[in-house]
C-alpha cells in the first residue's frame, strides 16, 4: 500500500471512501456531494495537504486536512480522518500521519488539531499515540426551538463582510468550522436581534439547513436570551448547533431550557508539530 497526497485524486473518489468509513458511525453523516464541497472549501480544506493510503487504485484510508492561521498559529485542521471497514486494525491512521507532518513542518505547519465524538475510545486511543492532547470539550445539539415566552422580534440582517467581530462576544470559544475565518465566504446569514434600534443578540445560520453557527447574547439577560431564541426561530424553527464549548455553562443551560437535545459530545485534540 502507497500514502500519496490528494491534490490529484477525483473528488468522487474521496468522497466514496469517506462514506464508507462514515458507515454505522456515531451519527448519520450527510452523502451529498454538494455539501462537503461547500464545507471543505468554508473550512479551507487543501488537498495538496490532504493524504490518502491507497491499495492499487483503491482509497483505503484518509486524513483530510484544512490549513489555515489560527490563533496567529499555522495550523493544519484534520475535517475529517477515516479508514474504509476491511483495513481497519493496521495502523493506517498512524502511518499517515508520519507521513504527513514532515510535509506540514516543510510550510510551515506548527500545530495540528482535530474533533473527536467522546465515545470513539479507539480514535481517541489511536490520537494519542500520535501525540495529540485533549484541547476542550463540546456539546452537540439538535431539535425544535421552545422558547419560553414567543415573541416577535425584530431582525437587522448584516453581511458577512461587514460584520464587527471583535464586538461579538466568546469568539475564542467556538470550533474551526465555527470561528469567522471559515464563516466569512459560506452561504450563512448573520442576524441581528434589535432591541429600541440597537443590537441585543445575534446569530449566525443556514437559512436552508437550520444549521447554527454562531449566537450569543451581548449583554448577560433572560429577556434578551428569549428574544434571541425567538429571533432564530422566524428563521428556522428547527436547528442543530455544535461544539457548544462547555465552559460556556450559562450557554448550555439556555439550550437545554428550549427543548434542544444533546445529540453528542466532543472532544477537541492539539499537537505541536
Keep these: 500500500m502507497t500514502i500519496k497526497y490528494l491534490g490529484n485524486t477525483d473528488f468522487e473518489l474521496v468522497l466514496e471512501s469517506f462514506l464508507l468509513a462514515f458507515q454505522n458511525y456515531f451519527v448519520t453523516v450527510p452523502n451529498n456531494g454538494d455539501y462537503y464541497k461547500e464545507r471543505w472549501k468554508a473550512a479551507k480544506v487543501d488537498f495538496n495537504f490532504s493524504y490518502g493510503m491507497f491499495d492499487g487504485e483503491k482509497l483505503v484510508g484518509f486524513v483530510i486536512h484544512a490549513i489555515d492561521h489560527r490563533d496567529g498559529k499555522l495550523t493544519a485542521f484534520n475535517t475529517g480522518t477515516g479508514v474504509i471497514p476491511d483495513y481497519r486494525g493496521r495502523k493506517i491512521t498512524q502511518s499517515i500521519y508520519e507521513y504527513a507532518l514532515n510535509d ?7 500545530h495540528c488539531a482535530l474533533e473527536v465524538i467522546t465515545k470513539n475510545e479507539r480514535a481517541i486511543r489511536s490520537y494519542m499515540g500520535i501525540g495529540f492532547k485533549t484541547y476542550r470539550t463540546y456539546q452537540c445539539f439538535k431539535g425544535t426551538i421552545d422558547p419560553k415566552n414567543r415573541e416577535t422580534v425584530i431582525l437587522k440582517g448584516v453581511e458577512l463582510e461587514k460584520v464587527d467581530w471583535a464586538s461579538l462576544p466568546n469568539q475564542d470559544f467556538y470550533s474551526w ?5 471559515s464563516i466569512l465566504g459560506s452561504k450563512y446569514k448573520f442576524f441581528q436581534v434589535m432591541t429600541h434600534t440597537s443590537p441585543e443578540s445575534f446569530f449566525i445560520i443556514h437559512p436552508d439547513t437550520g444549521y447554527l453557527v454562531q449566537f450569543d447574547v451581548l449583554n448577560e439577560n433572560e429577556d434578551a436570551w428569549n428574544r434571541l431564541f425567538s429571533g432564530i426561530r422566524q428563521i428556522s424553527s428547527t436547528i442543530k448547533t455544535n461544539n457548544v464549548d462547555e465552559r460556556l455553562t450559562h450557554k448550555l443551560e439556555q439550550l437545554n431550557s428550549i427543548g ?14
Design 260 to 273: 434542544l437535545v444533546n445529540t453528542i459530545d466532543q472532544y477537541e485534540m492539539r499537537m505541536e508539530i
Design 177 to 181: 468550522d465555527h470561528q469567522k475565518e
Design 104 to 110: 506540514l513542518r516543510r510550510i510551515g505547519v506548527t
